[in-house]
């Protein structure tokens, strides 16, 4: 858009200088006379194109848009998401139509200053910005329009539900997803029972139902939640990945939720459940980190539109206020077996697709859920304590809750700008930070097992990667109270050995670190597992060809600018004839003999940084690693003058899109002044870049200029 104000200074802006103040002046004139130029118009009608044609092999865009396709067409959220060349030109003109008068009755149809909200952050006082928006917005027209509701349509209505959807997807992914019609919770923002619900289907401690999928290894993850269609309507949706021998048997998988749903639905809700739940979003949104000021403002102004006190507009909804039982239940009742549609994404499964979705081509069949598997269902949903499967129940009291967030808090003249080295020697090297400027009760540890053996060869980055896998796996269960308790871990291999990371809440930190290092030690590799994750990292590998082009296209410039590095190829190979005893091997030999290198920083004290040093020392107990063993990371230099050009074929002949990245080599990583002009070179261009190449051009819908950096070199791309 762009304004069509000749004079759009106003008096305040001839004496205010600030970039914030003319930016706003601009983006009011969006509002207030939005020019719809015939002569940039079907420009921006192409950009609209080529977005659609990067989602084209998108799994994500593909389903989201079979789900709309296939749900009624007298709802709006049966129509095509985007939008292309096709629908927004092509046929419009085979109509009559005249597009940029379209566009124009649409702005004149649909904006009003009662259905907009605006967020403005900025250093200047308030009483100033608002001065502003008075002046810059005036002309913003109020036409007292309605909000859009569809109140009198479902997205389902009966035709669709107690339907079975099975949709072949581009990459091999095999996904079971349930759909429930449920209720706008807008103006239920003190209670929102949905939180609760999800909490309980989608927990994965013991008891739930991903711990007793995953022992049956029939799946490796599950998500449940509500969320809003549009005014009127939401779906509450409970989504499985499935292993191979879960999707034999995806019918077992539905009823198994079903018979957890009515382990929930056999007792009133209970408030030490809720409670655990509040306790938490209240606590996160006290110690909530500051976010980017786009963001910000952006979720800011969609809350706004949303019915809450404006007191509350800064937690919005995502603090739980009050426990209602009563609600909790209606909101159950949404949740049953005659209120469904069924979806099941698989490339193998069951192979007899019929049908092909009009905007994205996915390959799918429809059908009624046979009768034998609806009573079957409303069976597990019947089920009581005697007749359910016994290893059911509802998670118990979450240990991992932070009681103790309290801050030393020390005033110093001036924030420390880099760690203490506190420990130093042939074994271990340990780095603190106490937090100075935050004072909030969270911390992050970090902590690098120095071993060549990791990244040594193709052969020996998989099996590195795949015991962190099982480590992980294995951890799963004991993990996710953490999780919820705002403290989390990651575990996983790269060049220079095995990195831990631990980060949250500092209050119970070691007690996780503790548990993740004896699980490290001491894992057991087990056969059905193995298979599982093995399986998993194959699929993951195979995958990543056909992951967007621009996505695959940076990690090709990495590994040819690296002195020693592997592409997905030489991992796939590697991986096949892996076996569970391999890594049974192996792991020992990469604990066996390490550097251990930590960093604790945060609301964690100086004696606490040592103690976990002494955990991690104690517990895996490694040789010292010889420094001469420390592996060395390095990129190759281009020669001056050089012009190297590396071509490579998308695995998906179908993907009609394509990327390049043009890379110029600039110097050193550690030339500190360099990289400073490289980066202001890099923002100097950004928007020049995206201008003449996307707007202008109109070369691609994804565009990026700046600086790219290495472990030892950096440059312009």
Not at 109 to 125: C, E, F, H, P, T
Not at 402 to 420: D, H, I, M, S
Request: hydrophobic share 35%; net charge neutral; glycine share 6%.
């Amino acid at each position: 858009a762009a304004s069509s104000s000749e004079d759009s200074d106003t008096s305040t802006s001839t004496t205010v200088t600030s970039p914030l103040h003319g930016a706003l002046d601009r983006f009011a004139q969006f509002f207030i006379a939005p020019l719809f130029l015939s002569s940039t118009l079907d420009r921006e009608l192409r950009a609209v194109d080529s977005e659609n044609k990067k989602n084209l092999q998108s799994d994500t865009w593909r389903l989201s848009q079979l789900k709309k396709s296939l749900s009624n067409p007298k709802h709006p959220f049966h129509h095509f998401s985007t939008g292309n060349l096709q629908t927004l030109k092509e046929e419009p003109l085979k109509r009559g139509v005249k597009i940029r008068d379209e566009f124009i009755q649409f702005h004149d149809r649909q904006y009003s200053a009662n259905r907009m909200k605006l967020v403005v952050l900025g250093r200047q006082n308030l009483d100033e910005m608002e001065d502003w928006v008075g002046d810059l917005f005036a002309g913003v027209v109020n036409k007292d329009l309605p909000p859009n509701r569809w109140d009198g349509v479902q997205p389902y209505s009966e035709k669709e539900l107690l339907t079975q959807v099975f949709a072949k997807p581009v990459m091999d992914t095999r996904l079971l997803e349930i759909y429930f019609p449920y209720q706008d919770e807008e103006e239920m923002y003190t209670t929102q029972p949905s939180r609760y619900i999800s909490h309980l289907i989608g927990h994965e401690g013991p008891g739930s139902i991903l711990s007793y999928l995953k022992a049956k290894g029939w799946a490796n993850g599950l998500s449940a939640g509500a969320a809003p269609v549009c005014s009127g309507t939401a779906f509450f949706t409970i989504s499985i990945k499935l292993t191979e021998d879960g999707l034999k048997v995806y019918d077992e998988v539905v009823k198994v939720i079903f018979q957890y749903i009515s382990l929930i639905k056999e007792a009133p809700p209970q408030q030490w459940i809720f409670d655990e739940v509040k306790g938490m979003t209240e606590v996160d949104f006290k110690f909530r980190e500051k976010t980017p000021a786009t963001s910000f403002t952006s979720r800011l102004s969609s809350i706004m539109q949303k019915p809450l006190p404006r007191d509350w507009l800064l937690s919005g909804t995502s603090v739980l206020r009050k426990f209602d039982p009563e609600a909790i239940t209606k909101a159950l009742s949404y949740v049953r077996p005659d209120n469904y549609r069924l979806t099941l994404v698989s490339q193998t499964f069951p192979g007899d697709w019929n049908q092909k979705e009009k905007w994205y081509g996915t390959e799918y069949r429809v059908e009624t859920i046979p009768q034998d598997f609806q009573a079957a269902v409303r069976e597990a949903a019947q089920t009581t304590s005697k007749t359910r499967i016994q290893a059911l129940h509802l998670p118990h009291r979450n240990e991992f809750i932070p009681t103790n967030l309290t801050v030393e808090k020390k005033e110093v003249a001036e924030p420390a700008k880099a760690p203490r080295l506190i420990r130093n020697d042939e074994a271990v090297r340990t780095w603190w930070k106490k937090d100075d400027r935050f004072w909030v009760p969270k911390g992050n540890v970090s902590i690098t097992l120095r071993s060549p053996l990791a990244k040594a060869t193709p052969e020996t980055s998989v099996k590195a990667n795949l015991y962190c896998e099982l480590v992980r796996d294995a951890l799963e269960e004991y993990s996710y109270d953490a999780e919820i308790a705002g403290l989390d871990f990651q575990l996983s291999s790269y060049t220079m050995g095995l990195d831990i990371e631990v980060g949250g809440y500092s209050d119970k930190m070691a007690v996780l670190l503790e548990k993740v290092l004896v699980s490290m030690r001491d894992l057991e590799v087990k056969e059905d597992r193995f298979k599982i994750i093995k399986e998993r990292v194959l699929r993951g590998l195979r995958n990543w060809d056909f992951q967007q082009p621009y996505r695959q296209v940076g990690d090709f410039t990495r590994w040819l600018g690296s002195e020693k590095g592997w592409i997905t190829d030489q991992y796939l190979a590697e991986v096949i004839p892996l076996t569970a005893q391999d890594i049974r091997t192996f792991y020992p030999q990469i604990l066996g003999q390490m550097h251990i290198e930590l960093l604790a920083h945060g609301n964690i004290l100086k004696e606490d940084a040592r103690r976990m040093t002494d955990l991690v020392e104690s517990i895996l107990k490694p040789r010292v690693l010889p420094k001469s063993q420390w592996q060395i990371r390095r990129n190759l230099l281009l020669p001056p003058g050089s012009d190297f050009t590396y071509r490579r074929t998308l695995g998906n002949a179908a993907n009609v899109n394509h990327c390049i990245e043009y890379y110029l080599h600039v110097g050193s990583l550690a030339d500190q002044p360099l990289k400073a002009r490289l980066l202001l070179l890099g923002q100097m261009t950004e928007e020049i870049g995206f201008d003449q190449l996307r707007t202008k051009e109109q070369l691609g819908y994804i565009v990026f200029t700046g600086a790219k950096f290495a472990a030892t070199t950096m440059g312009y791309r």
